[in-house]
């Protein structure tokens, strides 16, 4: 079956940096791409920015432009996500996605990834 | 790029049919066929329940429906069932060619 599976819950300081990883199985990885979405505490889903496994050309949210950084390997189907210059508010749960550009959804996701920033 | 717009709260009693809108602009809803619903129960990742306006994928109830006009996307749940609280997201494709949920909408049974 398609799965998703993220490496586990992370704590950061302030200004540190957080790489998450997301192993993809049950498809053809270069197929699809990968959206990254993260939900703060209480808080609603919140789009990243997505990567295309077939070329690695990335879209990344505005407000997160020159702070992440999305990444794919091929050779073991996992994407990489990586934020640099942690704050507080950066702590979230993260999630990737598969997604599928020709028709716009996310489906599965992957079981997230806690990111607690924190001094 | 803005959130789009879901109302806060929805209720209903089990058999009853519930409507979630979600309001963007013409730049996001109201440009573009790609609006997707997901549900997420507490603790637990999202899952795709409607894309492109009113596709739902191999899985989901029939009692899951989309549509939308203008810049105003909706979903209907018919036959409300206890299992169908949770909250309730819409996503939208955008002009910049990025992609935007909504503000989320918590659906209790009553």
């Known amino acids: 079956q398609v799965q998703l599976v993220q490496s586990g819950a992370e704590v950061k300081k302030p200004g540190a940096s957080v790489k998450v990883s997301c192993k993809a199985s049950?498809?053809?990885?270069?197929?699809?791409?990968i959206s990254w979405v993260r939900q703060a505490p209480g808080q609603g889903l919140e789009w990243m920015g997505w990567?295309?496994?077939?070329?690695?050309?990335?879209n990344y949210a505005q407000k997160l432009q020159g702070r992440v950084t999305m990444t794919t390997d091929t050779s073991t189907s996992t994407a990489y996500m990586e934020l640099r210059s942690l704050r507080s508010d950066d702590t979230a749960v993260y999630y990737c996605?598969?997604?599928?550009?020709?028709?716009?959804?996310?489906?599965?996701w992957g079981q997230g990834t806690l990111v607690t920033v924190s001094s | 790029q803005s959130a789009l717009t879901q109302p806060a709260s929805v209720s209903g009693s089990p058999g009853q049919s519930i409507t979630i809108s979600c309001t963007g602009t013409?730049?996001?809803?109201?440009?573009?066929?790609?609006v997707s619903w997901y549900q997420q129960h507490p603790g637990k990742a999202p899952k795709l329940m409607i894309y492109?306006?009113?596709n739902r994928p191999s899985g989901v109830p029939d009692r899951f429906s989309g549509s939308k006009s203008g810049n105003t996307a909706s979903l209907t749940i018919s036959g409300l069932q206890a299992e169908d609280e949770a909250d309730y997201y819409c996503?939208?494709?955008?002009?910049?060619?990025?992609?935007?949920f909504g503000t989320g909408t918590k659906v209790t049974v009553l």
């Open positions: 996605a598969r997604d599928n550009r020709h028709e716009n959804w996310f489906d599965p």
């Open positions: 049950g498809y053809t990885f270069t197929s699809y791409g």
């Open positions: 990567i295309s496994a077939y070329n690695g050309n990335t």
């Open positions: 013409s730049s996001d809803v109201g440009g573009y066929n790609y």
């Open positions: 492109e306006v009113s």
């Open positions: 996503s939208s494709y955008t002009s910049s060619s990025t992609d935007v």
